[in-house]
């Protein structure tokens, strides 16, 4: 059900259905390991109140790899005290609350990392917004810095030391939600795209009879449907309770550069005016290019399944 209602709100702007993703992203870890309290008191808002919540994973030198975190945690009583910096994290200065990841000790590698949970106005936790972005404009993008930012010892998600396989797992269930993105541009690139074909003339008579339009819009429509497939599969696989990394990375990585490639097509199609902010395709193409990067790039994706498949041999 939220990857059908995110297809139709990306199909829309891109940059709303993020942050609505990114709330899911963030709920995600205390659904999978947070108390009861956590459950009662961060889900029970996000379900009653309309607040946004944000993932703060991702640093200025541990982007696709993910275990190299430098932000730092300390244990001091009933506290835990945060300090460093994130980079790129969706909904961060709009957010009442976050997830943090940070190390106890970056020579322990993964195995260092664990998860927190805190309210954004924490004393020691500021949020910077960050501007200039290709895409997705609307969606708020920001930098977190924790300085000496105490915590209380219940504000940790799931055990010492799990942090990274949580994050892991959260990406796992929520990667299908990011590949909706690609369907709902990928459809609107088509709509958008015959639209303009059976109404733009060239030659005296309208560019849909071109077999170069007519190939561009045949394959628009095949990837879209083979998206749909390989997404709800995941999707799937996540309700029935099973692992879906493998099913996630293929969604993720086909769709991710098929959008990018259809959403560069329509620009093609609608010629000159499709690179005018008047007509909606230039959105499109600047909108999809984000899917490639965000929440594991296309070539991790590639890493991740030919290492399963090396491990299958």
């Not at 209602?5 to 199909?11: A, Q, V």
């Not at 275990?67 to 969706?90: C, E, M, P, Q, R």
Request: charged share 25%; aromatic share 8%; glycine share 8%.
């Amino acid at each position: 059900d939220t990857i059908l209602c995110l297809e139709e709100i990306n199909y829309g702007c891109s940059g709303i259905a993020t942050i609505i993703a990114v709330n899911d992203l963030a709920m995600t870890p205390i659904i999978l390991a947070g108390t009861d309290e956590q459950k009662k008191k961060y889900l029970g808002r996000m379900a009653n109140e309309f607040i946004f919540a944000a993932y703060a994973l991702t640093e200025p030198d541990a982007g696709s790899d993910a275990a190299a975190l430098s932000t730092t945690y300390v244990d001091d009583g009933d506290h835990w005290v945060l300090n460093g910096s994130k980079v790129f994290i969706s909904n961060a200065s709009i957010s009442n609350w976050m997830v943090a990841f940070a190390t106890k000790d970056k020579a322990m590698g993964h195995s260092g990392i664990s998860c927190f949970v805190l309210d954004t106005d924490t004393p020691g936790c500021k949020t910077r917004k960050m501007t200039g972005k290709l895409g997705q404009r609307c969606a708020d993008t920001s930098e977190v810095v924790f300085e000496d930012c105490r915590i209380p010892k219940k504000a940790l998600v799931g055990r010492e030391g799990e942090g990274f396989k949580l994050a892991m797992r959260t990406f796992d269930r929520t990667r299908p939600q990011i590949v909706a993105v690609s369907i709902g541009i990928t459809e609107r690139a088509l709509d958008e795209s015959r639209a303009y074909a059976l109404e733009r003339k060239a030659f005296g008579q309208p560019i849909a009879n071109f077999q170069a339009i007519q190939f561009m819009l045949a394959d628009m429509a095949i990837d879209l449907e083979a998206m749909r497939l390989l997404t709800y599969r995941a999707a799937w696989e996540i309700d029935q309770g099973g692992g879906s990394s493998m099913f996630s990375c293929y969604a993720k990585a086909f769709g991710a550069d098929r959008a990018m490639k259809h959403a560069v097509n329509a620009v093609q199609i609608f010629g000159g005016y499709g690179y005018m902010k008047e007509y909606p395709v230039e959105k499109l193409m600047r909108d999809a290019k984000l899917v490639q990067i965000y929440e594991g790039t296309s070539q991790i994706q590639r890493m991740v399944i030919a290492r399963n498949l090396l491990r299958q041999a």
